[in-house]
């Protein structure tokens, strides 16, 4: 297994390493820093443009895998790669080429996205990744462990066909599933095919080995508002949400407002799967 960070030095990517840490400890995993110096920065050139007040990106990753490495306790690589360019296009193109089982990623970074908002950057990753995508920011809680995940179930067949992967994990961690249908329409039909999909979702996951703890329909404007909610009283350790992946680099059509929303408030990271449109 190998699992990517990526680095820009703010404090949510330090606490997705932290983070990657843990799991690579956990899954006796390679892990690798990557930094991308945007492109038309001062340092897209190399070294040339180090100052003694102006640390140069090398050293901070050096430094970084000085402070980290005891913390890094399985037989694997634990190094990192630099690169310049776009920024999110490098790293989804690290991430395919180099392998990658998942990466691990603070929600906010350098984009300048105002803090209401997942940043730019980190939103192109989840979108365009062709591995799974753990998001995390400050104020989550993380266990390493992962007891239990939340899976939410919506009308989009892509929710079911995420289950393949939740059930890989969910199996390899030992977690508890906690599977939640969520419907902002009122329309009776509706809610039974959400229902349906709920009760498939259980059978599969029960075939596959994954215990199943309890199974939920939330109706309403605020489904989010009480699906976080669950996420909370019942201690979930996860929460696993598919995306759809057009396998080109345009996000604005698959842009999802709830997921932002999710990745936002919610007490727990956020695991997002790839699935094909």
Same mark, same amino acid.
């Given at each position: ?24 400890? !956990? ?7 990557? #930094? ?31 402070? #980290? ?7 694997? *690589? ?21 392998? $990658?089982?998942? /990466? ?21 990753? /989840? ?5 799974? @995508?753990?998001? /995390? ?10 007891? !239990? $995940?939340?899976?939410? /179930? ?5 929710? !079911?066909?995420?289950?393949?992967? @939740?059930?890989? =994990? ?20 509706? #809610? ?12 599969? =996951? *029960? ?45 604005? !059509? ?24």
């Amino acid at each position: 297994m190998k699992i990517m960070v990526p680095i820009d030095f703010s404090e949510n990517s330090i606490l997705a390493l932290e983070t990657a840490l843990g799991l690579a400890n !956990r899954l006796n995993s390679d892990l690798r820093m990557v #930094y991308v110096t945007p492109a038309g920065s001062k340092y897209a050139k190399g070294l040339e443009d180090h100052t003694d007040s102006d640390e140069h990106p090398q050293d901070k990753l050096e430094k970084l895998l000085l402070d #980290y490495r005891q913390q890094y306790a399985v037989k694997g *690589k634990f190094d990192y790669k630099m690169l310049s360019g776009n920024v999110a296009e490098e790293l989804v193109n690290v991430a395919k080429y180099d392998q $990658v089982t998942l /990466i691990v990623t603070g929600s906010h970074g350098v984009s300048g996205i105002s803090q209401n908002w997942i940043g730019g950057n980190a939103f192109k990753l /989840i979108c365009n990744a062709t591995c799974p @995508v753990l998001v /995390i920011r400050q104020g989550m809680t993380f266990d390493k462990n992962f007891r !239990r $995940v939340a899976i939410p /179930i919506t009308i989009k067949k892509s929710s !079911r066909r995420m289950m393949p992967t @939740v059930a890989g =994990l969910a199996k390899l961690f030992g977690a508890k599933a906690i599977v939640v249908g969520l419907q902002s329409s009122k329309l009776k039909y509706i #809610y039974n095919r959400i229902s349906i999909s709920v009760g498939q979702v259980a059978s599969y =996951l *029960k075939s596959h080995d994954v215990e199943v703890e309890s199974t939920t329909m939330l109706v309403g404007k605020d489904n989010l508002g009480s699906l976080l909610e669950i996420v909370k009283t019942q201690k979930a350790d996860m929460v696993m949400m598919d995306v759809t992946n057009s396998g080109s680099f345009i996000t604005d !059509r698959l842009f999802r407002p709830e997921l932002t929303t999710i990745i936002n408030n919610s007490s727990s990271p956020i695991l997002t799967i790839p699935v094909k449109e």
